[in-house]
């Protein structure tokens, strides 16, 4: 974590609302992109994203100092959300919607030529073929920069199983490009 971070999340513990509003700054936008990776419902994404802020702001009292505020984050939003959606969902009508929903990747969104357009539906398709977990280790690998110590941490994986589900969607995402 770096200090900034690491000073922000200890003012804020402190009782400063700045802090606050700085931490939601800084990582609600890379915060909201993980969210989408659960669920193609953007207002339920919302939800989550405001109830989870809204939770660390009513506990902040009883609430630690963490080593990595960026994946305390993270933790916290998944946790949340899955909570969201086991209220709003069956878990089978949920894994329906996950492995039907199209990916939106801050790439794909910025390809705006036909040429990009075509590359885009290409590796949608090569996404969606993915299990769930396969993308979200992809996501938080290579969209969200995460090292493989905290997607393990994150997901509940051991170390060589991040790796194991990383190579299997590499090498499925090469057969079908």
């Known amino acids: 974590m770096t200090s900034d971070d690491q000073s922000l999340w200890e003012a804020f513990l402190s009782g ?6 700085a931490i939601y700054t800084r990582y609600v936008q890379m915060l909201f ?10 207002e339920l994404a919302k939800d989550a994203l405001q109830e989870m802020f809204v939770t660390l702001l009513r506990k902040r009292a009883r609430l630690k100092a963490t080593d990595n505020l960026r994946l305390y984050l993270f933790v916290v939003l998944k946790n949340t959300l899955l909570n969201h959606i086991k209220k709003e969902l069956t878990y089978r009508d949920y894994i329906v919607k996950v ?17 990009q357009l075509h590359r885009k539906a290409r590796i949608q398709r090569a996404f969606n073929q993915l ?47």
Do not use: C, H, W
Not at 16 to 21: E, T
């Open 99 to 115: 492995e039907n929903a199209p990916i939106e990747t801050p790439l794909a969104r910025l390809e705006a030529e036909e040429e």
């Open 16 to 21: 400063d609302d700045d802090a606050y509003a």
């Open 33 to 42: 992109g993980y969210a989408m990776q659960f669920t193609a419902d953007r």
């Open 131 to 177: 299990s769930p977990r396969e993308r979200e280790v992809m996501y938080l690998r290579y969209v969200d920069e995460m090292d493989i110590d905290d997607i393990a941490r994150l997901t509940n994986m051991q170390y060589q199983s991040v790796q194991n589900t990383m190579q299997r969607a590499l090498k499925k995402l090469r057969e079908v490009m």
